[in-house]
């Protein structure tokens, strides 16, 4: 079919169809895995739409040529996709960069060169953003133009309206001292009009009324919606009755900044041994929350499911199962979380820590302990290694904290800046010989 439609297209002479044919002919050929002959038909496009003075075709078609060889030969794949960013880059075509940055992360991917497809996935994640800001700033300009035209046509409109009423006025005037029939009959076309303005005005309050009401109700499943989510990532948290059966004399302070949070807290008791972390997820609100609710779920598997009680150890089992959860066959997700791992046994106070970014402080005798955690998440890293298991003895008296970046991260004061770890642990530590509850 597609050689009896470029047959037509070369007798009507429509180098346009005649390229697209051949964009197609390639397409084919690259599903059948006749990479020299999909190579082909794209360099034949090419060539007509270097005819045709059309660049942007010209560099898709490169980026098309570039995914034969994403994983049969990459480097022959990135020579290609240079040659179309080049034309990108000349056009300032966001969306072709876009299309290019995809392609290039997946042969840089199959090289084996990670540093290099971690870059690209920046470029495509910053290209993606800046494509949306200036989507978002035009399409705000062009609602501001059609208020601005709609203000200043009805503005135009009153003023016709307020023209016309006024002249209605002086003729009524004029008819009602002449002939007062004449000025009755007038008086009831004003009549006639003012009532057809005032039901053409109710008509519009209730246009206005009913589109209000459907704004409001939107609001309402929205916060209906992120409710809901609240429920969901309140059923992962341990409850506070459980937190004072593991640990009775503690505080736990958790305030989200928005409804939903992608910090949370866990816990888990087997045995003599109490587990406790606290971890911040990838982003904010609603997608946090949805992003904690994955890595809850990977603890709790990771103790409870696979049987495994060294911290260290089940930080890397859950890294697998968050990777194995955001992943597919098209891109992976780099989302994950930093946490702070403890479990100890209630008898022995044998205590073993693991952490992804985020440390732990014991403050014993008025003097600072510190374990700092691995410098990786629990999720997708360049430089992903085991996660260490740090062990130690706690002593009557100890008091351990653990906490996300949120408290040290708060802006404040008067000069605005970071709260940071360093005055945090100073109050902490300075506020110890407080009871629990006080401080």
């Known amino acids: 079919y597609y050689n009896n439609a470029l047959e037509i297209d070369m007798r009507n002479k429509n180098k346009e169809a005649v390229a697209q044919t051949y964009n197609n002919i390639a397409n084919v050929y690259s599903g059948l895995n006749d990479l020299q002959k999909s190579e082909q038909f794209y360099r034949k496009a090419i060539q007509i739409y270097q005819d045709l003075n059309e660049p942007n075709k010209i560099g898709s078609t490169y980026v098309n040529i570039a995914s034969l060889y994403t994983k049969t030969s990459p480097e022959k794949s990135i020579q290609l996709l240079d040659s179309a960013l080049q034309i990108a880059n000349r056009l300032k075509d966001k969306n072709l960069k876009i299309h290019i940055y995809k392609e290039m992360g997946n042969a840089y991917y199959y090289m084996k060169d990670y540093l290099n497809a971690y870059n690209v996935s920046q470029w495509l994640i910053q290209t993606k953003d800046s494509l949306f800001s200036e989507d978002l700033h035009n399409a705000i300009a062009e609602t501001q133009t059609k208020y601005e035209v709609?203000?200043?046509?009805?503005?135009n409109k009153i003023l016709r309206q307020s023209a016309q009423?006024?002249?209605?006025?002086?003729?009524?005037?004029?008819?009602?001292?002449?002939?007062?029939?004449?000025?009755?009959?007038?008086?009831?076309?004003?009549v006639i009009l003012i009532y057809n303005r005032y039901t053409i005005t109710q008509k519009q309050k209730k246009i206005i009324e009913a589109q209000k009401q459907?704004?409001?109700?939107?609001?309402?499943?929205?916060?209906?919606?992120?409710a809901y989510a609240k429920r969901l990532q309140d059923a992962i948290l341990p409850s506070p009755k459980l937190l004072s059966t593991m640990l009775p004399y503690h505080f736990l302070l958790f305030k989200p900044r928005d409804i939903v949070s992608g910090d949370f807290y866990w816990g888990e008791h087997i045995n003599d041994d109490i587990y406790v972390a606290v971890a911040d997820c990838t982003g904010h609100g609603v997608p946090g929350a949805?992003?904690?609710?994955?890595?809850?779920n990977a603890l709790n598997r990771s103790v409870n499911e696979f049987k495994?009680?060294?911290?260290?150890?089940?930080?890397?089992?859950a890294r697998e199962i968050v990777i194995n959860t955001f992943?597919?066959?098209?891109?992976?997700?780099?989302?994950?979380?930093?946490?702070?791992?403890?479990?100890?046994?209630?008898k022995t106070l044998q205590?073993?820590?693991?952490?992804?970014?985020n440390p732990l402080y014991i403050i014993r005798n008025q003097e600072v302990i510190s374990f700092k955690g691995d410098r990786q998440p629990v999720g997708i890293f360049s430089k992903a290694s085991s996660f260490t298991t740090h062990n130690f003895s706690l002593e009557k008296g100890d008091r351990v904290y653990i906490f996300s970046d949120g408290f040290p991260d708060q802006f404040g004061g008067t000069k605005g800046k970071k709260y940071k770890s360093k005055n945090l642990i100073s109050?902490?530590?300075?506020?110890?010989?407080?009871?629990?509850n006080e401080q």
Request: net charge negative.
């Open 214 to 226: 459907v704004v409001e109700e939107k609001n309402r499943e929205i916060l209906d919606s992120i």
């Open 327 to 346: 992943c597919n066959q098209n891109e992976n997700v780099r989302d994950g979380m930093d946490i702070s791992l403890l479990r100890f046994n209630s």
């Open 150 to 155: 709609e203000k200043k046509e009805n503005e």
């Open 165 to 190: 009423i006024k002249d209605l006025q002086i003729k009524n005037r004029n008819y009602a001292l002449s002939i007062i029939g004449t000025g009755l009959i007038i008086f009831i076309v004003l």
């Open 427 to 436: 109050f902490l530590k300075n506020t110890s010989h407080l009871s629990i």
């Open 290 to 296: 949805m992003v904690s609710v994955v890595c809850a």
């Open 351 to 357: 205590a073993q820590w693991s952490g992804a970014n």
């Open 308 to 317: 495994i009680h060294e911290p260290g150890k089940i930080l890397d089992c």
